[in-house]
């Protein structure tokens, strides 16, 4: 049933998405979309080549976006989806034919032009050779710049449409991209889809990211959440009011599969859905075909099926494509883009931006997020309303995670406090012999000795424990005797 929860949620750590208040379902009208600029990302460490190439562009009706360095453009290219990267071939932390082969390797369907101030024909062949669409010599004529720009957009496969789809979404991680091409498969049929995780790693968005890449994106998507909701009320929300009042009423209200017809049905927490309601919704579905549905569920329905929660008709019938998205512990690659996309949408009141220290950063990345992205936005924004500096420090952020924040050890912490228990587990098996200690470990004792003197392991420290446990047994033996 259609929660009331805040009017800004956090999903999928890709977007922030407005929530209606409204009570019943929610039905997001199809809107006439404004046109859409071309989206154009120029990389140049020079302020003023920048300065040029925006003006140049943004008079020719292009959207532009100028950044100073390569991994700046890396970043904004997981974040903007741009139809167009023109890239000095000099930059300071990579050169722009490797950038250009990053690129590539990330999006294959990426269209890139080389600028630079220094060219050749041998650095043109091999751009060229590297994949680049152009190569353009300062200072550039601006028919030359913007014929080559023009010709580029119009070859480009990584089109309007296909990036608009995932817009919302801030996703690095190669985990993520397995995913969504996932679901940018799934979106070209109408077999239904059945998104799976846990709490808040956004399946919601990912639902609506899949219908905007679909034929249906300009008919509705229409959500009824399962959870927390009385089988009257999901009756209602599903198939309408069926009492008798309504049917003579001259505006009878009008259920969700009849709202979503040509568009998409989003059940949410499908594993909640009451039994009776499960077989009235096969029952339906089959009448009206015309219905493309995508399920979300936290858990697991294989195990609500066979404990006769789940009709087995329905779990085969919406388990034809799944797609699990992973929590936030698995992509922690995406934790430093996703605070950075998010500062952006929780601005404080005076509108001005606050950002974390590289050390906040870190802690951020590295602590553990059972909430997903949702509890991750939900601690940007109260760090970015209670800081009253621009910066908010490491031991800012962790006043707000509070005690029950666990940070998640690096690998050489792992490793050590490894290595600590499996040596203490040696010696206290061996009484703190070292000898029979080593050869356990199938080192040498020399080697041995060195791995101890490295975490301050004294051996007498076992050879008194054992001594003093031998002593207690047998002073317990005799108290018996």
Not at 166 to 186: F, K, P
Not at 238 to 262: N, Y
Not at 288 to 293: A, E, G, K, Y
Request: proline share 4%.
């Amino acid at each position: 049933m259609k929660d009331r929860s805040p009017p800004i949620t956090a999903s999928l750590g890709f977007g922030i998405v407005p929530r209606s208040r409204s009570t019943g379902t929610r039905k997001d009208e199809p809107q006439a979309q404004a046109e859409r600029k071309a989206r154009i990302m120029v990389v140049d460490n020079d302020a003023e080549s920048r300065r040029f190439m925006n003006a140049r562009l943004g008079t020719a009706g292009y959207a532009v976006e100028c950044v100073d360095s390569a991994q700046a453009a890396l970043d904004g290219c997981v974040r903007a989806r741009p139809n167009l990267v023109v890239t000095d071939l000099r930059l300071e932390d990579m050169d722009g034919l490797a950038l250009l082969k990053e690129l590539k390797s990330r999006w294959p369907s990426m269209t890139v032009i080389i600028l630079t101030a220094h060219g050749t024909i041998a650095d043109a062949v091999q751009a060229t050779q590297c994949g680049a669409f152009g190569f353009l010599v300062k200072p550039v004529e601006k028919a030359e710049l913007l014929g080559q720009v023009g010709r580029a957009i119009a070859s480009s496969t990584f089109t309007l449409v296909e990036g608009d789809w995932r817009s919302q979404i801030v996703s690095r991680s190669q985990l993520m991209e397995d995913r969504l091409e996932l679901a940018n498969r799934a979106a070209g049929g109408d077999a239904p889809v059945l998104l799976t995780g846990e709490n808040g790693t956004g399946k919601e968005l990912l639902a609506r990211a899949i219908h905007a890449a679909s034929s249906r994106r300009e008919k509705s998507f229409v959500t009824v959440r399962c959870r927390n909701a009385s089988e009257q009320a999901l009756d209602t929300e599903l198939f309408g009011d069926r009492s008798a009042d309504r049917r003579e009423a001259l505006e009878p209200r009008v259920g969700a599969l009849v709202s979503a017809l040509g568009g998409t049905l989003l059940l949410d927490e499908i594993g909640d859905l009451p039994l009776r309601l499960q077989a009235e919704l096969m029952e339906t579905l089959r009448r009206t075909p015309n219905v493309r549905l995508i399920c979300t569920t936290s858990r697991d329905l294989k195990k609500a099926m066979e404990a006769g929660e789940l009709r087995q008709d329905l779990y085969y019938q919406i388990n034809i494509l799944p797609i699990e998205i992973p929590p936030l512990g698995r992509r922690r690659e995406d934790i430093p883009l996703l605070v950075s996309h998010f500062l952006e949408q929780a601005k404080d009141e005076t509108g001005s931006k606050k950002i974390y220290s590289p050390e906040a950063i870190e802690l951020l990345a590295t602590t553990d997020w059972p909430g997903n992205v949702r509890q991750l936005f939900e601690l940007v924004k109260q760090n970015v309303a209670l800081s009253h500096g621009k910066v908010m420090t490491k031991e800012f952020v962790k006043r707000s995670l509070g005690q029950e924040a666990t940070q998640v050890p690096t690998y050489d912490e792992a490793r050590d406090e490894f290595a600590v228990a499996y040596l203490k587990n040696n010696l206290q098996s061996t009484a703190g012999n070292v000898s029979q200690a080593a050869r356990l470990a199938k080192r040498n004792r020399t080697d041995f000795y060195k791995l101890l003197a490295r975490y301050r392991l004294q051996p007498d420290d076992f050879k008194n424990a054992a001594s003093s446990n031998q002593k207690t047994r047998e002073g317990a033996g005799k108290q018996r005797d």
